[in-house]
């Protein structure tokens, strides 16, 4: 299926595969885009199997990151994600290990109630000044679901083999774990 034909369509429950090598159905998920300024581009995947779509600058002037700067980046899109989905906004893997952009809290979480404008924390922890332009795919979403704990306070916790270890207390090797990572 070509990146813009109908691969956002669906129903809010998760659909049918579309083909038996197809892993995942399909949810809909509503796209508002900007009516003022630059219009953005509409969202895509960019392959048959991607798990996220590209999601774009919507700028008016170009945006020059320098070396440890972050700047919100806004994308023009508002989404209506169904209820028990949620989207996760992630880096795009070549934007990072070309020029040391990411996403800052990755993954952003996008609500499933939120109809503001999706806009990216993008910074560059590379070494070289990065200009960000109008329609510059900057970041990926991925719409995944979501499940609310049931939150319970107790007395005490069950033991585990691994109890309080944390921050690399199981190593960074095989046969480690003896927490000196």
Known sequence: MAPHQGMMQGTPEVASPASSDCNAGSVRVEVLRGST????????????????????????????????????????LRLAIPRGFEGQVRPRSGLAARHGVTVLNAPGTIDSDYRGEVCVILINLGSELYTISHGDRVAQLVIAPTIRAELVEVESLDTTGRGEGGFGSTGVSTGEGSGNA
């Open 37 to 76: 300024g630059p219009r953005p581009g509409m969202p895509c995947y960019m392959s048959e199997h991607a798990s996220g779509f590209d999601l774009e600058a919507c700028l008016t002037q170009d945006v020059q990151l320098a070396p440890g700067e972050r700047a919100l980046v806004p994308t023009g």
